[in-house]
């Protein structure tokens, strides 16, 4: 079976620094995916992880541990264009399991 | 490029009629991929084509639900008939070829359906 777990819920303030973490179970792993989605509109692409580390791609950043199953988006410089739904979700051969979602919020 | 695009954006309908959802990947896509968003849950898998061929539709939850994508370009999910647990968001995605590059979906906006 799959288990991906992520907050629910996450506030910050314009131009802080927001990480968001991501715990997995799953029956087999080709790497963790975080896509972004904004109400209504569809989840976008922010980063992939297969291989142990950190990712960085400007204002986000990515991290993954295998051997712990654990995974971290950190989100810098936070604007209000932030707020959004952030998705982690890990591949199985083709499929992606989901989390079900950390709605950020970003307050001026 | 225009994206994935998903027809029609919400759709209320009654328990019991049919509803249609169409999906347009993007050109080129031989991967095509149905999802599934229930209130309150996370997004869950439901089937994958390659090109016309379905490869997994193991996520699809009952024979209520029929997905085609013949001539490999477009696909269609037909529920019917509809029940009241099928309401929820419908995405669509596709991707290129799988083990050449990360893999990543392009999802469309979804298909919001509502069954009363």
């Known amino acids: 079976g799959q288990n991906i777990d992520q907050p629910t819920e996450m506030t910050a303030t314009e131009g802080a620094i927001v990480q968001i973490n991501c715990t997995y179970q799953?029956?087999?792993?080709?790497?963790l995916f975080w896509y972004q989605q904004h109400a209504g509109e569809a989840p976008t692409f922010l980063s992939y992880?297969?291989?142990?580390g950190l990712e960085e791609k400007g204002r986000f950043s990515s991290f993954l541990s295998r051997s712990k199953g654990y995974s971290y988006l950190l989100l810098k410089e936070l604007q209000m264009k932030d707020s959004a739904s952030y998705l982690c979700?890990?591949?199985?051969?083709?499929?992606?399991?989901f989390g079900a979602g950390t709605t950020v919020t970003v307050r001026a | 490029e225009a994206g994935v695009t998903q027809f029609p954006s919400h759709s209320v309908i009654e328990k019991g009629q049919t509803v249609t959802l169409r999906c347009d990947p993007i050109?080129?896509?031989?991967?095509l991929y149905w999802y599934r968003r229930v209130m309150g849950k996370e997004i869950k898998f439901l089937l994958h084509f390659v090109k016309e061929s379905k490869q997994d539709e193991s996520g699809m939850p009952n024979n209520r639900f029929l997905a085609e994508r013949t001539g490999g370009t477009y696909s269609t999910l037909k529920v019917q008939p509809a029940e009241l647990e099928d309401s929820g968001v419908y995405f669509c995605?596709?991707?290129?070829?799988?083990?050449?590059?990360?893999?990543?979906?392009?999802f469309g906006e979804g298909s919001r359906l509502t069954v009363l």
């Open positions: 979700a890990v591949r199985n051969d083709y499929k992606l399991s």
């Open positions: 050109s080129g896509h031989d991967n």
């Open positions: 799953t029956s087999g792993f080709n790497g």
């Open positions: 992880n297969v291989l142990d």
């Open positions: 995605a596709s991707s290129q070829e799988i083990a050449a590059n990360t893999g990543e979906l392009f």
